[in-house]
């Protein structure tokens, strides 16, 4: 993956910062505006140019980093209801957030990293227009898995009423950043991740990933193509995909799963006894599968995959085999028998095991 581009950090502590100088002192003009009563429309204009340059992969720092440019912290609620009560006038306690963010619409864009869940619940609640980037995106996702209830309530609420105006290509450019790491969600609840994942797997976000994939994007891609296989929105694009795409993994998965006719995607971690008499278990990767139906010609399929100039998928291919060898026919002898002699000892290896048994 590309290295991102890092700033000096000339607000607080840290070295370095993945904002640009003049975001991370708007971001502190922001804070101390909200605190003295004031608004500041040309900085948080400032802020929300600073998001457009970030990706989906830099969420977790970038968030981390908003609330402490800012100095958007939790605070007691008598704090916040003095704070809001100087900021609007009067005593409206949270229910004044929303006057507040009526007010200023772009500031709600930024506290949705507030410290605050009652803040970050208001924010949530006065979005009324879709992300326009794809980390304003991957922020709305994260909501989701939020530590407090009732934020992951108001962004699913969000999500929901939003999810139309979300362009298709948005979703699958973040998506790459955002599954891996949302199979390994433990807070939000079937309701929370059903609304973005019904979205993910729309078929004409399928359609825009089949082409983000047939090029060279950025990220955990095979772990991405492996979870987008869940449901059968990119079957179609399979066959493609193993002949184009320029990504070898990517080649190498779309293969695999013609070969076998099984999609297979992480869904977490399990432990396997190595000996229940001592104790000792090991912790591995857990798999879920999805039988694929298709009339694709297997042994057409396995002769282009043996001629793949890649390592990756040519070994991907030999082991593909050997799962599937129940299920081929003679056809694919030529084919073994090519592999078997692959410079690849990792090739050669897989090729002779299904040589020697097949049937």
């Excluded at 968030?63 to 704090?79: H, K, N, V």
């Excluded at 869940?117 to 996702?141: D, I, K, S, T, Y």
């Excluded at 987008?228 to 998965?253: C, E, F, H, N, S």
């Amino acid at each position: 993956m590309a290295r991102r581009t890092l700033y000096e950090d000339v607000v607080t502590h840290r070295r370095q910062s993945v904002f640009p100088e003049d975001t991370q002192v708007a971001l502190r003009k922001v804070g101390t505006a909200l605190g003295s009563g004031s608004s500041a429309p040309a900085d948080l204009q400032v802020c929300l140019q600073g998001f457009e340059l970030l990706s989906p992969a830099d969420i977790v720092r970038a968030s981390a980093e908003i609330r402490d440019f800012g100095q958007f912290y939790a605070m007691p609620r008598a704090g916040w209801r003095l704070q809001l009560a100087h900021i609007l006038g009067g005593d409206p306690g949270f229910a004044g957030l929303s006057a507040l963010f009526s007010r200023s619409p772009a500031l709600a864009r930024i506290l949705v990293f507030h410290g605050s869940g009652h803040v970050r619940q208001a924010a949530l609640e006065a979005l009324n227009e879709a992300p326009v980037n794809m980390f304003e995106f991957a922020a709305l996702v994260y909501r989701l898995n939020d530590w407090v209830p009732e934020v992951r309530a108001a962004a699913a609420s969000t999500y929901r009423r939003l999810a139309a105006d979300i362009p298709a290509q948005m979703i699958a450019e973040s998506s790459i950043h955002l599954l891996p790491r949302a199979v390994l969600f433990s807070r939000w609840s079937l309701r929370e991740k059903g609304v973005y994942l019904d979205s993910a797997f729309r078929q004409d976000v399928a359609e825009a990933v089949g082409r983000v994939l047939m090029g060279r994007p950025l990220g955990r891609i095979g772990r991405f193509f492996r979870v987008m296989l869940q449901r059968p929105g990119l079957d179609r694009y399979l066959t493609d995909l193993a002949k184009q795409a320029q990504i070898p993994l990517v080649r190498a998965i779309a293969y695999e799963t013609l070969i076998t006719r099984q999609a297979r995607w992480f869904e977490g971690h399990n432990w396997r006894w190595l000996d229940k008499r001592y104790g000792i278990k090991q912790r591995g990767p857990a798999y879920e599968r999805r039988r694929l139906e298709h009339d694709h010609d297997i042994e057409a399929l396995i002769r282009d995959g043996a001629a793949d100039r890649s390592i990756v998928v040519r070994k991907t291919v030999a082991q593909a085999m050997v799962e599937a060898r129940g299920e081929l026919t003679e056809a694919v002898l030529p084919s073994a028998r090519t592999l078997a002699e692959d410079p690849s000892p990792s090739v050669r290896l897989h090729a002779e095991f299904f040589l020697r048994n097949f049937r």
